[in-house]
């Protein structure tokens, strides 16, 4: 019964993993450095952090809103994760880079449930705040001398594993948990589908919609630690432009900024297309400017291409069985 | 049992009353029909039972118990249902899901719950489905469980909007012009509808209704609305002879034949 479905869920899919097969492909023709082990953990290392922030501005686009506030609050968080761990030890570090982030995410989930200020207007608010304080706090210079075992976040390893792309791994497993098989991932897609009917139904959509906030910002604080632990200190700098990407990957990955739809591993391969492609256009010597004009084509296409292909599945299945009353 | 009573309920809108002096009320398994020309305050009525508008005035009892200015999620969960005049689904979601949800609101389990698993969690989740199944096959929607509600005709979509309403386990079920838009075939089917929903459960049943010839076979009393005031209340044939009624739909005529 469930077949239908399947297709329409898994034909998305399928065509974003053609694409990046492809890319793969073609890289790999293009220079012997590219279809390498060390290469692929590269990549996957730039895409943990990324991936993390990205799965939570999903989360924030399946509610129906949006975070441009991402960059931001991982440069904020960079900071504040590394005085807190050269001063006091580096749990307290990972403590309170995640914790900013999700003060962050709050701040914002309130303004937007709470006060019904529109997403974007206080997203961006928080993007001018969050780096502006960022860099009062440092007056600009990165934050040094991290402690060795808050680093070992960057370059440890678990059974040969390195612990970022551990820590992404297993955060995604959790978010597809939550919000494929709990209630609060249930309500979220709800509310983003049509928030009125929601309310109607007896959800409780202003604390819901603003954890979808605070659960992004945590995430985004995360992706700080691991950002952080990579360049072995605390940046106000960090992560400019990211919140573009983290759109890009979601949207790639099937989520709609109208809301109520999106999945976490649709996330993970848009995220995988937009680092394979930095990645193999750097080893083929593709300048940083043509790297961005192809990385904006390549969003649209891959957009373009997998609605054209849900499409096409639907009016299959629609030829296939005609319309039941 | 009186079910739902309201005295002397009224809203303004700035200088706008735009309903005065409502008092109605419906006993334990009644379907009544709240009628009136457009624009004469029935979804206004709606809002303020169901939370979305905040009465200026007046007071409204639920099972005697004062129910005016609470959130529509706390009235959801009391026991009011209602179904809009516009369509409003969960238009990206599955048929099944859109019943689910409103099944899930009206279920208790923790977030502990679903992680560990826990056989009631098991029993709850089977429990739901099997309900959200029987309601669709009850609005003649299980064939089409697994499509996403946006892909339904418009009929569909309204009968979807009654499942999902009915999954909320209320106890007193709103329908704002349920028939809107529908052609007279599906108009028929959809009061049969109607009908068998309130046999079925024993629901109560408050209904909207713009078109006062759909309301005449099925409602038990009908209160009639015009300009925020209540001209007329009783039988289907005391109202139908009632010349105020006459009078308030027949200028609504003169108005559609000079336009």
């Given at each position: 019964m469930r077949k239908g479905a399947w297709v329409a869920l898994l034909g998305g899919r399928f065509s974003l993993l053609l694409i990046l097969l492809l890319m793969g492909l073609l890289f790999g023709q293009a220079d012997r450095?590219?279809?390498t082990v060390s290469n692929a953990v590269n990549v996957l290392l730039q895409a943990s952090p990324l991936l993390l922030a990205a799965i939570g501005q999903t989360i924030v686009i399946i509610s129906g809103g949006l975070d441009i506030s991402v960059a931001s609050n991982v440069a904020l968080s960079s900071v504040i994760s590394a005085s807190a761990a050269s001063a006091y030890g580096p749990l307290a570090g990972i403590a309170a880079g995640i914790g900013t982030g999700a003060a962050v995410g709050t701040v914002n989930g309130v303004l937007v449930?709470?006060?019904?200020?529109?997403p974007v207007i206080v997203t961006i608010a928080m993007l001018t705040f969050a780096r502006g304080l960022a860099f009062e706090l440092t007056d600009g210079f990165p934050i040094t001398g991290l402690p060795r075992s808050y680093t070992q976040l960057a370059w440890g390893k678990w059974f040969g594993v390195p612990m970022p792309i551990l820590i992404a791994g297993v955060i995604l497993l959790l978010v597809v948990f939550v919000m494929g098989r709990t209630r609060f991932g249930t309500y979220l897609y709800a509310i983003g589908s049509n928030e009125e009917a929601a309310r109607l139904v007896g959800i409780r959509t202003v604390p819901l919609k603003a954890a979808a906030y605070t659960a992004a910002g945590a995430l985004a604080g995360m992706a700080a630690v691991i950002y952080t632990a990579q360049a072995s200190s605390g940046q106000?700098?960090?992560?400019?432009?990211l919140e573009l990407s983290t759109i890009a990957a979601s949207v790639m990955g099937?989520?709609?900024?109208?809301?109520?739809t999106g999945t976490p591993i649709g996330t993970l391969l848009g995220t995988l297309i937009i680092s394979v492609l930095g990645n193999g256009m750097n080893i083929a010597g593709v300048t940083p400017y043509v790297q961005q004009v192809v990385l904006g084509t390549a969003i649209i296409l891959a957009v373009v291409w997998d609605r054209l292909h849900i499409s096409l599945v639907q009016a299959a299945r629609r030829k296939g069985e005609p319309a039941s009353q | 049992m009186r079910v739902l009573e309201t005295r002397g309920l009224g809203i303004r809108f700035g200088g706008l009353?735009?309903?005065?002096e409502l008092d109605l009320f419906l006993d334990q398994g009644e379907l009544v029909a709240l009628i009136g020309p457009n624009g004469a305050g029935k979804t206004t009525v709606f809002n303020m039972l169901t939370g979305v508008y905040k009465p200026t005035e007046g007071e409204i009892r639920f099972f005697g118990e004062r129910i005016d200015g609470m959130s529509p999620y706390a009235l959801t969960r009391k026991g009011i249902a209602r179904t809009f005049q516009n369509i409003r689904l969960?238009?990206?979601?599955?048929v099944l899901d859109n019943v689910r949800i409103a099944h899930q609101v009206n279920t208790h389990h923790t977030f502990i719950d679903s992680i560990l698993r826990l056989p009631r969690f098991g029993r709850e989740e089977r429990r739901m489905l099997e309900e959200s199944r029987a309601l669709l096959e009850t609005m003649g929607l299980l064939a089409v469980?697994?499509?996403?509600?946006?892909?339904?005709?418009y009929g569909q979509q309204r009968r979807l909007e009654i499942a999902r309403a009915l999954a909320t386990h209320p106890k007193l079920l709103l329908l704002d012009?349920?028939?809107?838009?529908?052609n007279p075939r599906e108009t028929h089917e959809l009061m049969e509808m109607i009908e068998r929903v309130r046999k079925t459960f024993g629901m109560t049943i408050l209904l909207i209704e713009h078109d006062m010839s759909l309301v005449m076979n099925i409602s038990e009393r009908i209160y009639v609305l015009d300009h925020g005031v209540l001209i007329a209340h009783g039988g289907p044939e005391d109202v139908r002879k009632n010349p105020r009624v006459i009078e308030a739909y027949l200028g609504e005529a003169a108005e559609d034949a000079l336009a």
């Open positions: 450095h590219f279809l449930s709470h006060y019904r200020i529109q106000p700098t960090l992560a400019n432009g099937g989520a709609s900024i109208g809301g109520g | 009353r735009a309903v005065q969960f238009q990206q979601l599955s469980a697994d499509e996403a509600a946006r892909n339904l005709s012009e349920p028939a809107a838009g529908m």
